[in-house]
């Protein structure tokens, strides 16, 4: 059975965006985004430019990182982001 945004919304907090993303907290302090695609248009275009913003946002982070360490997981960031733009391409 498929948990829709209506049924994590009585655990879940969710706050949509003004570009129709969602943001959903739970209640174990973890954080979804939610890309609707059923919405019309090309989701593959909304995906591909979330994961620019992404990796946008994991430059700036490994540009400020402090440790080596953070520096090392902004590239596993970055990895997963790249992974998620490949795979954006594929949605029509």
Same mark, same amino acid.
């Given at each position: 059975m498929r948990t829709t945004t209506a049924d994590k919304a009585a655990t879940h907090k /969710? &706050?949509?965006t003004p570009d129709g993303f969602e943001v959903v907290? %739970? =209640?174990s302090g973890k954080t979804y985004l939610v890309v609707p695609l059923a919405t019309g248009g090309a989701a593959?275009? !909304?995906l591909d430019f979330l994961a620019? +913003? #992404?990796n946008r +946002? =994991? @430059?700036t982070l490994a540009s400020k990182a =402090? &440790? !080596?360490e953070i520096a090392d %997981? &902004? #590239?596993d960031l970055k990895l997963a982001i790249e992974q998620l733009r490949e795979q954006a391409q @594929? /949605? +029509?």
């Open positions: /969710v &706050t949509p907290s %739970g =209640a593959g275009k !909304r620019q +913003e #992404l +946002e =994991a @430059n =402090a &440790t !080596r %997981g &902004t #590239l @594929n /949605v +029509e």
